[in-house]
């Protein structure tokens, strides 16, 4: 199992970037898929999630509250791609972001049911 975050950068405050996740040997619309983010001297958090079972009309996606109402994680089953919209970033958002991989059995909102991870990519919000 393969998952390549990218997309990450520098933006001001108030900016938007969008992360993308391509994943290999996994099927994202059959495992939970999250973001996480590890900001220095942090512990990593679990930003956004979306569950397997995810549709438009039924939901299926977690956001921690910091990024709620800013933050969009999608996919797109076609490309095996997992995507984090992010908008009105802040300098808080600073940090390495990771995408990750979970057996859908599990409580995607759960960051301790992550077992694969990619490699992260750097997100730097200026004031």
């Known amino acids: 199992v393969q998952l390549q975050a990218y997309g990450g950068g520098l933006v001001q405050a108030g900016g938007s970037l969008r992360l993308s996740c391509a994943a290999s040997?996994?099927?994202?619309?059959?495992?939970?898929m999250g973001w996480f983010r590890q900001a220095p001297g942090k512990e990593r958090e679990l930003v956004a999630a979306?569950?397997?079972?995810?549709?438009?009309?039924?939901?299926?996606?977690y956001y921690a509250d910091s990024v709620l109402g800013r933050f969009t994680c999608s996919r797109d089953n076609a490309k095996n791609t997992v995507y984090l919209q992010m908008n009105s970033l802040k300098p808080e958002d600073t940090a390495v972001y990771y995408c990750?991989?979970?057996?859908?059995?599990?409580?995607?909102?759960?960051?301790?049911?992550?077992?694969?991870w990619g490699q992260g990519s750097q997100v730097t919000v200026s004031s």
């Open positions: 040997g996994r099927t994202v619309s059959s495992y939970n």
């Open positions: 979306i569950s397997w079972r995810f549709s438009w009309r039924g939901g299926g996606t």
């Open positions: 990750a991989s979970g057996d859908g059995r599990n409580y995607y909102p759960n960051e301790d049911t992550y077992d694969y």
